[in-house]
C-alpha cells in the first residue's frame, strides 16, 4: 500500500481528534476523508505526512512520513499563506525549485485554469478561487508520486471545481496516488474510488461511493415542500392512499414509489386541496449516508448540524396506509 495508517490516536488535552483510525490507500487510487469541520480530516492529513505526532502506525511509500523523499510527495494545507507580493507564476516558480527535477511552472498554472495575465497578477490581487488554484499547482509542480489535498476546491467556482477534478483524474489514471479531505458530499462521489466517511475522529464507514449509498443511503424518494399549516392534511391524505411516508424536518417525503408514480402523489394532494410548493425527486447520496450513521448532516461551510431524519411532523405516520 501507499498509504497506510493503523490504530492511529490523537489527542489535544481533552480533545481526541483521533481515535483509533486505520486506512489504507493503493496505487493510482483517490481516497477522500469527508466529514465536517473538527471531525478530524486535517489532523490525520497532518499525521500522514509527519507534520503532527500520533499513536499508532503510519507509512507512505513503505516509510515513516518523515523519511520519504520530498520530491515524491505533493502537499496542499488546507491553511496556505505565501508572500503575497509575488504573482501566482513566482510563487509555482519558487516551489518548482525547492526540487531537483520540477514541471514548468506555466505548465501546472494552465493545468489548474491559471494561465496568461491571470498567473502574472500578485497573488495579493486574485480572487479567493483563484488562490486556491495557484495553491494546488504547487503541490503539483513537483510530479508527485503521492499527492495529499486538503479542502483543495475551497472558494473555487463550479466550473473551475469540475476542471480541478478533471485534472486529479487524470492524475490517477497516471499512478498518482491521492488523499483529499472535503466536506462536499459531492465532490467525493464524483472524484474518489473510495470515501472514508470520518466523525468525532473515528471512521464510521469505508468504501466505494456507490456501495456506501447502496448499503446506508436508504430509498429514493419525492420530496414534497408543503406549508406547515398544511403539513398534517397532506399526511393524512397520502396515508389514505397508500404511500409510505419517511418526512424528515427538510421535507415530507414519500418512499416506495417510482418517477412514474408521481403524477399519482399530485393528484392525490389535489383531491384534498393540500397545496404544495415544490415536488423534487431525490436519488439517495453520501449525505444521506452520512445522516444515516452519524445523525448529522454536513453544511456548506462544513460545519456539523444534527438532524433527526423520519422524525414524523404531527398527524403523519411512517407506516403505509392500511397495514398494522
Not at 483510525?21 to 489532523?43: I, M, Q
Not at 406549508?227 to 391524505?237: F, I, N, S, V
Request: charged share 25%; aromatic share 4%.
Amino acid at each position: 500500500m501507499v498509504i497506510l495508517a493503523e490504530e492511529v490516536r490523537r489527542r489535544y488535552g481533552e480533545t481526541v481528534a483521533l481515535d483509533g483510525v486505520s486506512l489504507s490507500v493503493a496505487e493510482g487510487e483517490v481516497y477522500a476523508l469527508v466529514g465536517p469541520n473538527g471531525a478530524g480530516k486535517t489532523t490525520l492529513v497532518r499525521a500522514l505526512t509527519g507534520t503532527t505526532v500520533v499513536d499508532g502506525r503510519v507509512e507512505v511509500l513503505g516509510e515513516a512520513p518523515a523519511d520519504v523523499d520530498p520530491e515524491r510527495v505533493g502537499l496542499l494545507p488546507q491553511e496556505f499563506d505565501p508572500a503575497e507580493r509575488l504573482t501566482a507564476r513566482e510563487l509555482v516558480a519558487y516551489y518548482a525549485g525547492l526540487y531537483d527535477e520540477a514541471r514548468d511552472p506555466d505548465d501546472v498554472l494552465a493545468d489548474v485554469g491559471l494561465a496568461g495575465a491571470d498567473a502574472r497578477k500578485p497573488y495579493e490581487d486574485l480572487s479567493g478561487g483563484q488562490k486556491r488554484r495557484t495553491c494546488v499547482a504547487t503541490a503539483l509542480v513537483n510530479d508527485p508520486d503521492v499527492l495529499f489535498l486538503d479542502e483543495p476546491t475551497t472558494g473555487i467556482d463550479p466550473a473551475g471545481r469540475r476542471q480541478l477534478w478533471s485534472l486529479l483524474a487524470d492524475l490517477a489514471d497516471g499512478g498518482t496516488t491521492i488523499l483529499l479531505t472535503t466536506h462536499d458530499m459531492a465532490e467525493a462521489e464524483a472524484l474518489a474510488d473510495r470515501v472514508g466517511l470520518l466523525a468525532d475522529g473515528q471512521l464510521v464507514a469505508v468504501g466505494p461511493p456507490a456501495d456506501l449509498v447502496a448499503a446506508h443511503g436508504g430509498d429514493s424518494r419525492l420530496e414534497l415542500d408543503i406549508p406547515e399549516d398544511a403539513e398534517g392534511r397532506a399526511a393524512t391524505a397520502l396515508e389514505m392512499a397508500g404511500y409510505q411516508l419517511v418526512p424528515d424536518e427538510a421535507a415530507l417525503a414519500v418512499t416506495g414509489i417510482d418517477p412514474r408514480e408521481i403524477g399519482d402523489v399530485v393528484e392525490a394532494l389535489e383531491a384534498e386541496d393540500v397545496p404544495y410548493e415544490a415536488i423534487t425527486w431525490k436519488q439517495p447520496d453520501l449525505e444521506d449516508v452520512y445522516l444515516s450513521l452519524t445523525g448529522t448532516e454536513v453544511t456548506a461551510g462544513g460545519e456539523p448540524v444534527p438532524r433527526r431524519r423520519g422524525q414524523v411532523p404531527a398527524g403523519a405516520s411512517s407506516r403505509r396506509g392500511g397495514e398494522p
